[in-house]
């Protein structure tokens, strides 16, 4: 089982990245994604969640209307496109994969927003 995150970086405020996050090793089409993130210092945070067929999805308020969280079934694959970032939105984003009693994390990919 794997979940690899990639598309991280540097970005100058109201920039924006696209994250992507392949899984393999599992049936991907049945589970739920999400995204979390973590900052030095601080409680690891949900930003989006995605369900199993792209049906409904929900986002933290901080990040609402700013982020959209997609998924590719065809190509095992979950995205975040995160526009206008923000300061507070650097953290190391990780993705996670989850259902029933299975649940598999990603290790991680470093978002920094700097000037």
């Known amino acids: 089982v794997q979940l690899v995150e990639s598309g991280g970086g540097l970005v100058q405020p109201g920039g924006s990245l696209r994250l992507s996050c392949v899984a393999s090793?599992?049936?991907?089409?049945?589970?739920?994604m999400r995204w979390f993130r973590q900052a030095p210092g601080k409680e690891r945070e949900l930003v989006a969640t995605?369900?199993?067929?792209?049906?409904?999805?929900n986002y933290a308020d901080s990040v609402k209307g700013r982020f959209t969280i997609s998924r590719d079934n065809a190509k095992n694959t979950v995205y975040l496109q995160m526009n206008s970032l923000k300061l507070e939105d650097t953290a190391v984003y990780h993705c996670?994969?989850?259902?029933?009693?299975?649940?598999?994390w990603g290790q991680g990919t470093q978002v920094t927003v700097s000037s």
């Open positions: 996670n994969g989850r259902y029933y009693s299975s649940d598999y």
């Open positions: 090793g599992f049936s991907f089409s049945r589970y739920a």
């Open positions: 995605i369900t199993s067929d792209g049906g409904s999805i």
